[in-house]
């Protein structure tokens, strides 16, 4: 397939996820405010600080997602069909593997964690129990539905995210709809709905791979060949993994011993924010990975490094353009989207808007080093920072007591582990400038730390929707004038006056 092809085959997967997330968004905006309306602020506080500590376990998934989704898709760059078949029947032995250990641990260790160490109201304990376990059932169907995500994004068939994210969408509102008239404990029901839609969705994609990819017709096949690459693939993936989730849910419960489920609430929010734009600006990443990797097992490093470059660049542009609206006015966003705003909540989601820059660093660069399966060192790095952030932040609330400064803890390890990953690239493929993709990265935080002060210093707080329009229409063309000449290529810009050059051309024709 020649480069031009592939160019339009990531064009035509993006614009499907964009037109996916931009639903989910739509919905989520709306959903997430009524939940929290429904729930009110300590019962959302305990949905996600109990969920969390399911969630927690989540990392041996997300590992074992980067070995299914690296092995596929390098197997379908080799183009043989009898070893993609023996990966995906070896993927799923690993995955309900994976999902009984889980399980065992979640009903005991976790259990006891949920009875003895969280802070929760003891009036709401019945209702918190009915919440893990629809977590931890929730979990064991993730786990073992990540082979079949890892073959329709392998195949790029990025449509069949965008058909059932519509399904997913209507079932969201049915929710919501069921939480306002339901009768019955609110964070009960609400529970058990997230969980019925979670089924619903995952048997959908089942059918869907089932009945297309002759590969997902599950065989009891154990290639020690190809089980023992994945399994090396997943211990260090894994390492890292429990070191991001640590980092995460761990900091979540250190914050809740010292504040309780206000401050979880609040983080909530945040994520969900977070969640949101990293879902949106992932887009692009979702998109080229199969491509990265691909031209990696074929040997071609010099496309793979104009794939991978490029990404993170579009990344941080796309990055740019959706964070520097809210992190101006992020208390009449607020305001606007949840009218109850939590305590911290806006602290909070301004730190973690930074740290997506160099999530859309990390998630690009992790693909290259997925492709060449050298992953221990970066595995230990990471882990090893990640490890740490909770015990940081537990010595900081016990001297400071503010939690601000916990997330601000967070993000500063993120930086940290993105700069190793970015080095770590360049010792495996030497064809990658290191310098250079930090460079591109202090860049757009300047061009982004531009735009935001001279927003602030010209409109200040937004106090309408047309006042927070304007500031973001001025924000949008700083941005996208500094990004073209400062942090873009030659090349790429020669693309992109290429492209209006032709749609204006197509307008002067009509």
């Known amino acids: 397939m020649s480069d ?9 997967n993006s614009i499907l996820l964009y037109a996916r997330m931009l639903l989910s968004i739509i919905v989520s905006i709306y959903t997430s405010r009524v939940v929290l309306q429904t729930l009110g602020v300590s019962d959302y506080g305990v949905y996600n600080v109990v969920g969390g500590v399911v969630a927690m376990f989540s990392f041996l998934n997300s ?15 080799k183009n043989d069909i009898g070893n993609l078949i023996k990966t995906f029947s070896s993927a799923i032995i690993i995955h309900i593997g994976l999902a009984v250990v889980v399980f065992i641990i979640a009903e005991t260790f976790g259990l006891w964690l949920l009875c003895n160490k969280l802070v929760i109201p003891e009036e709401r304990m019945v209702a918190a129990h009915v919440v893990y376990q629809c977590s931890i059932v929730g979990m064991f169907l993730t786990f073992t539905q990540v082979p079949y995500n890892a073959a329709i994004i392998s195949h790029e068939k990025m449509d069949v995210y965008a058909y059932v994210e519509l399904l997913h969408v209507f079932l969201k509102l049915g929710i919501v709809y069921l939480l306002l008239i339901g009768n019955v404990d609110k964070l009960v029901l609400y529970s058990i709905l997230v969980l019925s839609v979670n089924v619903i969705i995952a048997m959908t994609y089942r059918f869907y791979c089932l009945k297309n990819f002759i590969e997902t017709k599950f065989k009891f ?10 399994l090396d693939f997943f211990w260090w993936n894994a ?6 989730s640590l980092r995460v849910y761990g900091s979540n419960i250190v914050l809740n011993t010292f504040v309780g489920t206000i401050v979880n609430a609040a983080g909530g929010i945040a994520a969900t924010v977070q969640g949101i734009i990293i879902g949106f600006i992932g887009n692009v990443v979702t998109a080229v990975r199969p491509q990265i990797i691909k031209n990696y097992s074929s040997g071609n490093i010099n496309r793979m490094k104009t794939l991978t470059e490029s990404s993170i660049r579009l990344n941080m542009y796309l990055a740019a353009l959706v964070i520097t609206p809210i992190f101006v006015d992020a208390e009449y966003i607020f305001q606007l989207w949840l009218g109850q705003i939590p305590k911290y909540s806006i602290e909070f989601c301004r730190l973690l808007l930074f740290g997506i820059f160099m999530t859309c660093v990390s998630q690009v660069v992790t693909i290259g080093l997925h492709a060449t399966g050298n992953i221990k060192l970066p595995s230990v790095l990471t882990g090893i920072i990640d490890f740490s952030t909770p015990f940081v932040i537990f010595i900081c609330m016990y001297v400071y007591k503010n939690p601000v400064f916990a997330y601000a803890i967070i993000v500063l390890c993120q930086l940290a582990s993105c700069s190793i990953d970015i080095f770590l690239l360049h010792r495996n493929i030497q064809e990658f400038n290191s310098w250079k993709i930090l460079w591109d990265y202090a860049k757009a935080v300047i061009v982004f730390s531009v735009a935001s002060a ?4 010209q409109f200040g707080m937004s106090s ?6 304007w500031m973001s229409f001025i924000e949008w063309i700083i941005i996208s004038l500094l990004f073209f000449f400062l942090v873009f ?3 790429e810009r020669l693309f992109m006056l290429g492209t209006i050059n032709k ?3 197509k307008i002067q024709k009509h």
């Open 4 to 12: 031009q092809s592939d160019n339009k085959t990531i064009a035509r």
């Open 63 to 77: 590992a074992m997602a980067g070995a299914t989704s690296r092995f596929f898709t390098f197997e379908m760059g």
């Open 221 to 230: 096949l154990c290639d020690k060949a190809i089980l023992k690459p994945m």
């Open 239 to 244: 390492f890292s993994g429990c070191g991001y």
């Open 454 to 457: 001279f927003a602030y210093s």
């Open 464 to 469: 309408d929707l047309f006042t927070f329009a």
């Open 489 to 491: 290529s030659n090349e």
């Open 503 to 505: 749609v204006i051309r």
